[in-house]
């Protein structure tokens, strides 16, 4: 394999200059990764979802979450005929390692990976007293872990379950949409794992981005749309029993 | 499974706010309540209770001095904490923490115990040895003016302060009332009500406790307690705890009736894990029990020593009741599932930063404090315009 | 007003300590806090300097051209080379640096193809004591192209870059 191969490798092709500036810590100065440009969320497809943990493992990875907690996970929901209301939901260490085998019981089942939504609106940067967390030009909430106090506020107000205290840094922490990756041109680590399209990364600004088309295309909804959060995390296929 | 029923977000299974989060508002609802009792002497011209004025002050700024403690033994980085005052946030309730705190321990507490003393810290930097006349002297700010007419000024001024001072002590206990009250996350906190239920059982705190106080130091004093002021403590903490309890019923009802879809999970909590906490603790024996035995002092003449019995039991009941009245509020809105479809366990830990023992230590550390400011600033003495003649 | 002298010294001690307390927040607040809302914005970039683990598919078909090429064609097409070899930046970066582990498929097949009525009915699983009897899947399935109609299902997968 010769060099000029290697070097391609790192300078890939969308973050070849935008790398630089990237990886310097200033995406805002990079000419090819423009914040105004873009307004993240995801795409979850509910029929789609096998259950098999990938993403939760490949967030850990990427990541290093702690155990125990989890930046994103997945769900699975058992709903009966005689109980619509009341499903029954398990989630083994966060789904991480898959979900026991579901009987033929002639049952509703289906998986439901959850993460932080990246609201809009967010009840979570509202209610931090200093601005340790916020949401960027681009759409993503984020949290300036050099500033947390760890009062844990945004965690109580986060509708979702998707924040946590790290138990070590003793800050806030939760999904960041693997910001160093999308503003390299990457996707999430979560999509890149998932083997069959269940969760796809969605530039809500980007107009060759295919979610445009799905959302004319498909029923779609967000988590607790009573909240009236701004959630940007898509599901299609939702079932109404889902928390 | 490490204490779950049912289902929870996984990352909701541990809590995030622990005892320590429940003393604070506890903490902050005693100061608020022992400031109203300060203020019906100065700004209602209740005389019956003024044996109790200095006292109420100097019990409100014990426990305000340790108010902030809970709160940074809790933080991850507690040396972060100075962020509240430089970028405070505007959107967040909390963030007001820093300068409400300041502004009411400052303008308002230090402020009106100064001028209410400062006949006495001039008298005292004069005759004092030592460190203590030092201290005195600094306290009078370099000023030994105690002419009548500067008293006479104190006096208008302090008026002003107590003045400002009530609604100070409302924002103070009221705003922590808003920051459960306005997460719509949490169907156990949201409500428009908890600002409100916080302020009154707060006055129900902190007039039982400077009451209970009040009478347990006028006995170690060998004094004889003045009974028409304790009937008079007696008088507005029964009152104030009918509107207590009028409002938490009101909420209590209201939830029962619109049975909205988290009433099936948060009556399932209250029947259950907050049993004892809220059923037996905070309503039966902590408003229910006084309540009755305040009410029998109302209507039935019982004799002196009777009566001094029954507030010192309604007292110690409604300061349990309304400590358990935080549990359930703070420990009990995390001990659920968002998804409604589960519950955790609060273990408290023994020696943590956020244990058992720190709880119990901060609780008495007031105390410990409130002996040095009554060293330093007695509460009896024949100069002060408060205190009436009797009982001293 | 000599009569009320203490007063405006206390007020004097609330004046000083506003001065000294506006000096120190001059010198304490970060310098980026406020340029795009309540948050330092130099906490923007210092997020998307984190290091990357997963190095994304088009790092590895870039240099694995032919099993890109296999892959493609078959029912796996989608399922990206990092979901079941883990995460390997660093071998993109410098492939001598770390050589892949080829994974275990007894643990990595039957997660996702093991049969269970929670999964989409259109998914392809099997119970995997029944499917084969304990044979490892790659004794019938190539991992890179595992449906049988679509090429030669016995050849292994091959390792290493061209």
Redesign the interface.
């Known amino acids: ?1 010769n060099i000029s ?2 070097h ?3 300078l ?2 969308a973050a070849a200059v935008a790398w630089k500036f ?7 100065d990079s000419p090819n990764y423009q ?1 105004s440009e873009h307004w993240w969320g995801m795409l979850i497809d509910i ?8 993403c939760v493992r ?1 967030c850990q ?2 990541n290093d979450v702690p155990d ?3 930046r994103t ?1 997945v ?2 929901y ?1 709903v009966s005929d005689e109980n619509m209301t ?6 083994p ?2 789904g991480k ?3 026991p ?5 002639g ?1 509703k ?3 439901v990976p ?1 993460m932080c939504n990246h609201c809009a609106d967010s ?1 979570c940067t ?12 681009d759409g993503v909430v ?1 949290i ?1 872990q ?8 945004c ?11 790290h138990p070590e ?3 806030a922490d939760k999904c ?1 949409l693997c ?3 999308i ?2 041109g ?2 999430t ?1 979560c999509c ?6 269940a969760r796809q990364l969605a530039d809500l600004k980007n107009p060759k981005d295919p979610i445009h088309n799905f959302l004319k295309t498909h029923a779609v909804q967000v988590l607790k749309p009573q ?1 009236a959060t701004g959630a940007k995390a898509f599901y299609n296929g939702l079932d109404g029993s889902v ?1 | 499974m490490n204490g779950v029923e049912g ?6 299974i ?1 809590l ?2 622990s005892v320590l989060i429940v003393l604070y508002p506890y903490i902050t609802g005693l100061v608020a309540g022992a400031f109203i009792l300060a203020s019906l002497v100065r700004v209602f011209r209740v005389e019956a209770v003024a044996p109790t004025y200095r006292l109420a002050l100097l019990t409100a700024l014990s426990f305000l001095l340790v108010a902030p403690l809970p ?1 940074v033994l ?5 040396f ?2 100075p ?2 005052y430089f ?3 505007d ?5 007001m ?1 820093g300068y409400v705190y300041l502004w009411y321990l400052m303008a308002v507490l230090v402020f009106e115990i100064w001028l209410d003393y400062r006949q006495d810290i001039v008298l005292l930097s004069q005759q004092s040895k030592g460190v203590l006349r030092l201290v005195y002297k600094v306290m009078t700010l370099g000023s030994s003016n105690i002419s009548e007419r500067s008293l006479y000024i104190d006096e208008r001024v302090g008026w002003i302060v107590t003045l400002v001072g009530i609604p100070s002590a409302f924002l103070l206990h009221g705003y922590v009332g808003f ?1 459960f009250g ?5 169907p156990w906190w949201s409500s428009p009500l908890m600002p409100v239920v916080f302020i009154f059982s707060a006055m129900v705190s902190g007039i039982a406790a400077v009451m209970l106080l009040y009478m347990a130091l006028t006995k170690l004093r060998r004094q004889k307690i003045d009974i028409r002021c304790v009937d008079t403590i007696a008088m507005y903490m029964f009152y104030i705890f009918i509107i207590d309890f009028s409002l938490e019923m009101l909420d209590l009802i209201h939830r029962i009736y619109e049975a909205d879809e988290s009433f099936r999970s948060l009556n399932f909590m209250a029947h259950t894990k907050l049993f004892f906490s809220q059923i037996v603790l905070q309503i039966l024996l902590g408003t229910l029990l006084p309540l009755i035995l305040l009410f029998l002092t109302q209507v039935v003449k019982f004799k002196e020593i009777v009566r001094e019995r029954m507030y010192v039991v309604s007292g110690c009941l409604a300061l349990i009741g309304i400590f358990a009245m935080r549990w359930n509020v703070v420990i009990g ?2 001990l659920f ?5 589960g519950y955790t366990t609060y273990k408290v830990d023994l020696v943590t930063k956020e244990g058992l023992l720190a709880a119990v230590g901060l609780t008495i550390l007031p105390l410990f404090f409130l002996w040095g400011l009554m060293k330093l600033l007695p509460p009896w003495t024949a100069t002060s315009a408060h205190t009436a003649a009797a009982g001293d | 007003m000599k009569d009320a002298v203490h007063l405006f010294r206390f007020a004097g001690l609330f004046v000083i300590a506003f001065i000294v307390f506006l000096v120190v927040r001059g010198y304490v607040v ?1 310098k980026s ?1 406020g340029e ?5 914005a ?18 590895c078909e ?2 694995h051209t032919d099993i890109a090429d296999t892959k493609l064609k078959g029912k ?1 097409a ?3 080379c ?2 079941c070899h ?2 390997l930046a660093v071998h ?4 001598t640096a770390l050589t892949p582990t080829k994974p275990d498929t007894a643990v990595l097949c039957i ?2 193809h ?7 009915k259109d ?1 392809p699983q099997v119970d995997p004591a029944d499917h084969s009897g304990g044979a490892p899947c790659q004794t019938c399935h190539n991992p890179h192209s595992p449906a049988f109609d679509q090429g030669p299902a016995a050849a292994p997968a091959a390792g290493g ?2």
């Open positions: 394999m191969r290697r391609l490798l790192v890939l092709p990237v990886h310097a810590g200033t995406p805002e914040m029929p789609k979802c096998i259950g098999c943990g990938n490949a990875t990427e125990g907690f989890f996970w769900e699975r058992n009341t499903p029954t939901v398990i989630s260490d966060g390692e898959g979900f085998i579901a009987t033929e019981d049952e089942y289906f998986f959850k009840p509202q209610v931090c007293p200093v601005g340790a967390t916020f949401i960027s030009p984020l300036d050099k500033y947390c106090l760890g009062c844990a506020y965690v109580q107000a986060c509708p979702y379950g998707c924040r946590y205290i840094k003793k800050v960041t910001y160093h990756r503003t390299k990457l996707t680590a890149e794992a998932c083997p069959t399209g909240m928390r | 289902y929870m977000y996984p990352n909701e541990t995030y706010w709160l809790h933080l991850g980085h507690p972060r904490s962020e509240m970028t405070p946030h959107t967040s309730a909390m963030a923490f920051i306005s997460i719509k996350a949490n809105g995390q599932s968002k998804s409604f479809l | 970060p806090f795009y809302g309540h948050y330092r130099a906490a923007i970039g210092e997020i998307a300097a984190l290091p990357v683990k997963f190095a994304g598919h088009d790092a870039s240099c796996h989608h399922v990206n990092e979901a883990g995460a993109a970066i410098d492939p997660r996702c093991t049969a269970t009525a929670a999964k989409p998914f870059a061209k």
